[in-house]
């Protein structure tokens, strides 16, 4: 590991606060340089200050800084720069004129430093016409910040340094030293002694891949996209991937193809999703005007536990709660495979993120969830011990369905109404029994009157026809105590009734109305939902 990147990883823990304050500061600056003319005290205050933040910063290590539509994170690290009105606002800066990465050296100087700010003060549209902020900083000689520019040298040497292919891999790395030996890059030899011919473009290597049925022709094509679709990759040409990756899915989920030969793609696809790729694609996920989100979603979901951490990460640091929606999509999209990298998210300090991490692991409905989620449930704001119970009743299973089921005995009557709720929206059968344990309990002083009437709403959306008889008796039975309340609950019951449908229910629905009484009626519109809606007869 170089040194200076080993000292980033030794100051981890200052790595984010010291990036949020330069970032911060720096973003005050640039305003300052728009806004007050060149001798003001105030703008060579500000500026100062801005200075010994970037420099303190420098001085752990050279530090990269991928520049998002809304904040920052830091290339190789694992920690997040929790994102402010300031970061945001200096990232939307940067944005705006095209940059996707900005790399600072240890020995950054105070001019390069002014001269950064003062090209990066220029509007958009001039520093387009100039050819680039990374030209602009050319053409002033500055050396200690560069923009839009990966260590190629340190991705392509990582495998040959001794360090795991696994890591190489995560930088974009074609590393599989046990593989097949790839075709020369350069040039493709004719038969016959014919003069070599040029190495195929990457769409003329699409269309043979699209064509091509044979396992071990098939794996060597990808293998020279990969070597092709890298360098774009290197380049941040992310608008010429995406176009690779729309041809390359469709191939993916051909049933045509071999098991290999998916699998050869998959593999692609992975390589060239990982780091800044998958950045440039959740910007446009988090760009309400963007239109292609769901081709996003499916290119997102093939990028496998890599891709996740990154929107895992992007959703902890945004402060947008249509980001937050967006990229939580994209979590469930991928299913299990997202699952690690959501539940860190239970422990984060703010609500909202909580509150997403514990309705995407009810989305994605695995059980090793329960867990977890049985601890939100204690969580001090209501919000997130609502959306647990939810997540768990949609989760289902005997744990899940337990856990859910222990609420209806708690004190916390909005906690057990809305169990009880979602036990019946999930149609949970195996709550049956207990809500009609429920129904049925003594209660002379009424206190479990509102939960009797939704476990018999909860009791109808299941759809269980086993819990007709027990209905048919509570409708029948003859109350001298609380007859109004008693009465509620048979309303009730009839409505459960209907909702389950069926022929003993459609005699028993024609009885009641014929019978005369308060009950007649209702008993009579319901019957008529019933033949509207076209219940089949038993």
Same mark, same amino acid.
């Given at each position: 590991m170089?040194e200076?990147?080993?000292n980033?990883?030794?100051?981890?823990e200052r790595l984010?606060?010291?990036c949020?304050?330069?970032?911060? $500061?720096t973003?005050?600056?640039?305003?300052?340089?728009?806004?007050?003319p060149?001798?003001?005290p105030?703008?060579?205050?500000?500026?100062?200050?801005?200075?010994?933040?970037?420099a303190?910063?420098?001085?752990? /290590?050279?530090?990269s800084?991928?520049?998002?539509?809304?904040?920052?994170?830091?290339a190789?690290?694992?920690?997040v720069?929790?994102?402010?009105p300031?970061?945001k606002?200096?990232?939307?800066?940067?944005f705006?004129?095209?940059?996707?990465?900005?790399t600072?050296?240890p020995?950054?100087?105070?001019?390069?430093f002014?001269?950064?700010?003062?090209?990066l003060a220029?509007a958009?549209?001039?520093?387009?016409?100039?050819?680039?902020?990374?030209?602009?900083?050319?053409?002033? /000689?500055?050396?200690t910040?560069t923009v839009?520019?990966?260590?190629?040298?340190?991705?392509?040497?990582?495998?040959?340094?001794?360090q795991?292919?696994?890591?190489?891999t !995560?930088?974009?790395?074609v590393?599989?030293?046990?593989?097949?030996p790839e075709?020369?890059?350069?040039?493709?030899?004719a038969?016959?002694?014919? *003069?070599?011919q040029?190495?195929?473009?990457?769409?003329?290597i699409?269309a043979?891949l699209?064509d091509?049925k044979?396992?071990?022709?098939?794996r060597? @094509?990808?293998r020279?996209?990969?070597k092709?679709?890298?360098?774009l990759k290197?380049?941040?040409?992310?608008?010429?991937?995406? #176009?690779?990756?729309?041809?390359?899915?469709?191939?993916?989920?051909?049933p045509?193809r071999?098991?290999?030969?998916?699998e050869?793609?998959?593999?692609?696809?992975e390589?060239?999703?990982?780091?800044e790729?998958?950045?440039?694609?959740?910007?446009?996920l988090?760009?309400?005007?963007?239109?292609?989100?769901e081709?996003?979603?499916?290119i997102l979901?093939?990028g496998? /536990?890599g891709v996740?951490?990154?929107?895992?990460?992007?959703?902890?640091a945004?402060?947008?709660?249509?980001?937050?929606k967006?990229l939580g999509?994209a979590?469930?999209r991928?299913?299990?495979a997202?699952q690690p990298q959501?539940?860190p998210?239970?422990?984060?300090?703010?609500?909202a993120?909580?509150?997403m991490?514990v309705?995407?692991?009810?989305?994605?409905?695995?059980?090793?969830a329960v867990?977890?989620?049985?601890?939100t449930?204690?969580?001090?704001?209501?919000r997130?011990?609502? !959306?647990?119970?939810?997540?768990?009743?949609?989760?289902?299973g005997m744990e899940?369905?337990?856990?859910?089921?222990?609420l209806i005995?708690?004190e916390?009557?909005? *906690?057990? #109404?809305?169990?009880?709720?979602?036990?019946?929206?999930c149609r949970?059968?195996?709550a049956? !029994?207990?809500?009609?344990?429920l129904v049925?309990r003594?209660?002379?002083?009424?206190k479990?009157?509102v939960?009797?009437? !939704?476990?018999?709403r909860a009791i109808?959306?299941?759809g $269980?026809?086993?819990?007709?008889?027990p @209905?048919?008796?509570l409708?029948?039975?003859?109350?001298?105590i609380a007859p109004?309340r008693?009465l509620e609950?048979?309303?009730?019951?009839i409505?459960a009734?209907?909702?389950?449908?069926?022929?003993?229910?459609? #005699?028993?629905?024609?009885?009641?109305?014929?019978g005369g009484?308060e009950?007649?009626?209702?008993?009579?519109?319901?019957?008529? *939902?019933?033949?509207?809606r076209?219940?089949?007869h038993?």
């Open positions: 170089p200076d990147m080993k980033i990883a030794d100051d981890s984010a606060p010291a949020q304050k330069a970032l911060g $500061d973003s005050k600056a640039l305003k300052a340089f728009a806004f007050y060149e001798n003001h105030l703008r060579r205050q500000i500026f100062d200050s801005a200075y010994q933040s970037m303190a910063l420098a001085a752990m /290590g050279r530090i800084l991928i520049v998002q539509r809304g904040g920052f994170a830091i190789g690290s694992q920690s720069i929790e994102t402010n300031m970061t606002a200096l990232a939307q800066e940067l705006a004129r095209e940059l996707q990465r900005i600072i050296q020995e950054l100087s105070l001019a390069d002014s001269a950064l700010l003062s090209i220029v958009p549209q001039k520093i387009a016409e100039e050819g680039g902020v990374g030209e602009m900083l050319a053409k002033a /000689g500055v050396t910040v839009n520019q990966i260590d190629v040298t340190a991705v392509f040497t990582k495998k040959t340094a001794g795991p292919e696994q890591d190489a !995560e930088e974009g790395a590393g599989d030293e046990e593989r097949e075709p020369e890059p350069e040039t493709v030899t038969q016959s002694g014919a *003069a070599p040029a190495e195929p473009g990457i769409d003329q699409l043979a699209a091509e044979d396992e071990s022709r098939y060597q @094509l990808t020279l996209l990969l092709k679709a890298l360098p290197l380049e941040g040409n992310f608008d010429r991937l995406y #176009v690779v990756f729309l041809r390359l899915i469709p191939q993916l989920a051909d045509a071999s098991a290999a030969c998916r050869a793609a998959l593999e692609v696809l390589q060239l999703c990982l780091g790729m998958a950045e440039h694609l959740l910007d446009h988090e760009d309400v005007d963007f239109p292609q989100k081709e996003i979603c499916r979901k093939l496998g /536990g996740a951490e990154a929107i895992a990460r992007r959703l902890a945004t402060g947008s709660r249509a980001s937050r967006a999509t979590l469930v991928m299913g299990t997202a959501v539940l998210l239970l422990k984060d300090g703010r609500i993120v909580v509150q991490a309705a995407i692991l009810g989305e994605i409905g695995t059980r090793d867990r977890a989620l049985t601890v449930l204690q969580h001090p704001d209501q997130v011990r609502m !959306e647990s119970i939810r997540s768990l009743a949609r989760i289902g899940a369905t337990g856990v859910v089921l222990s005995q708690a916390d009557e909005a *906690a057990a #109404v809305q169990a009880i709720t979602w036990l019946g929206n949970n059968h195996a049956l !029994e207990p809500l009609l344990q049925a003594r209660d002379l002083m009424g479990l009157q939960l009797k009437k !939704e476990a018999l109808g959306r299941i $269980d026809r086993r819990a007709l008889d @209905l048919f008796r409708v029948r039975r003859r109350h001298l109004a008693r609950q048979k309303l009730s019951a409505e009734i209907a909702a389950l449908g069926g022929e003993q229910a459609r #005699v028993f629905l024609q009885e009641i109305s014929a009484g009950l007649a009626r209702p008993a009579q519109v319901v019957l008529e *939902a019933m033949q509207h076209g219940d089949e038993e």
